[in-house]
């Protein structure tokens, strides 16, 4: 089972069954754990979904179920990027104190109105979704697209929208690193958020190594090249 937390509208279809929305904490992931027999848990949240995280860490450990974190590498500052990495959100929101600025957000929904605190800037937000509300920053252009996105779109995006800064977390993964290539291509400066601390857990960077993982529990290996879906 695929569990979204809903922030999407239309995400893609899965080849396996789909529940959307939060568990209602710790107590409420180990009531569905225990309900939904399930015996091994993937983790494979944004890495800054630290609440999310830290639930399944205490539910699978109430639960004594194993548990396997995916995650994407972060990414590194390479020769030719300018970079300023903020330890959070605010840090970010302060970054961007002085004059006025186009300014390229691609955080997401959920954050915007922190930058309300810097209301000078104009913000160009590249969102999956069209808001139901309207961002609430006095100035700003709202772009709907969903990624990957490559490197070629992204310098004509920057261009076209003259930005002068970016600001992102730093979500690691190939789907959205273009806009770190097209930005140092452009000599652009970056607002980097870096991943916030979380509990202790495995972790693996390949959806492969997720599978052997659970090859190895149930003591089932998968004939090589079988299909193997999500």
Same mark, same amino acid.
């Given at each position: 089972? &695929?569990?979204?937390?809903?922030?999407?509208?239309?995400?893609?279809?899965?080849? *396996?069954?789909?529940r959307v929305?939060?568990?209602?904490?710790?107590d409420?992931l180990?009531? @569905?754990?225990?309900e939904?027999?399930?015996? @091994?848990?993937v983790d494979?949240?944004h890495?800054f979904?630290?609440?999310m995280s830290?639930?399944? %860490?205490?539910?699978c450990?109430?639960?004594?179920?194993p548990l396997?974190a995916l995650t994407r590498?972060?990414w590194?500052?390479?020769?030719?990027d300018?970079?300023?990495?903020?330890p959070?959100?605010?840090a970010?929101v302060?970054?961007?104190?002085?004059?006025?600025?186009?300014?390229?957000l691609?955080l997401?929904?959920m @954050?915007l109105s922190?930058?309300?605190a810097q209301?000078?800037? @104009?913000y *160009?937000?590249?969102l %999956?979704?069209?808001?139901e509300?309207?961002?609430?920053?006095?100035?700003?252009?709202? *772009?709907v697209s969903?990624?990957?996105?490559d490197?070629?779109?992204?310098?004509?995006?920057?261009?076209?929208?003259?930005v002068d800064? &970016?600001?992102?977390k730093?979500?690691?993964?190939?789907g959205?690193e273009?806009?770190l290539h097209a930005?140092?291509?452009?000599?652009?400066? *970056?607002?980097?958020?870096?991943?916030p601390?979380?509990?202790a857990r495995q972790?693996?960077?390949?959806v492969?190594?997720v599978?052997?993982w659970?090859?190895a529990?149930?003591h089932a290996p998968?004939?090589?090249g079988?299909?193997?879906g %999500?």
């Open positions: 089972m &695929l569990s979204y937390a809903g922030r999407v509208a239309q995400p893609k279809a899965q080849p *396996i069954a789909v929305g939060g568990f209602g904490g710790v409420g180990v009531r @569905h754990l225990r939904a027999q399930v015996t @091994h848990v494979a949240t890495p979904a630290a609440r830290a639930n399944a %860490v205490a539910a450990a109430a639960c004594g179920l396997l590498p972060a590194q500052a390479g020769p030719g300018r970079w300023q990495t903020v959070d959100l605010p970010a302060a970054a961007l104190s002085g004059p006025p600025q186009r300014v390229m691609a997401g929904r @954050h922190a930058f309300a209301p000078q800037h @104009h *160009i937000l590249r %999956v979704d069209l808001p509300v309207r961002p609430p920053l006095p100035q700003h252009t709202v *772009i969903r990624g990957p996105f490197l070629e779109g992204d310098i004509a995006l920057l261009r076209a929208q003259r800064v &970016l600001v992102c730093n979500a690691g993964g190939a959205a273009a806009k930005a140092r291509e452009l000599e652009l400066p *970056i607002v980097m958020v870096a991943r601390p979380l509990a972790e693996v960077t390949r492969a190594e599978l052997l659970l090859e529990a149930h998968t004939s090589r079988a299909e193997r %999500v």
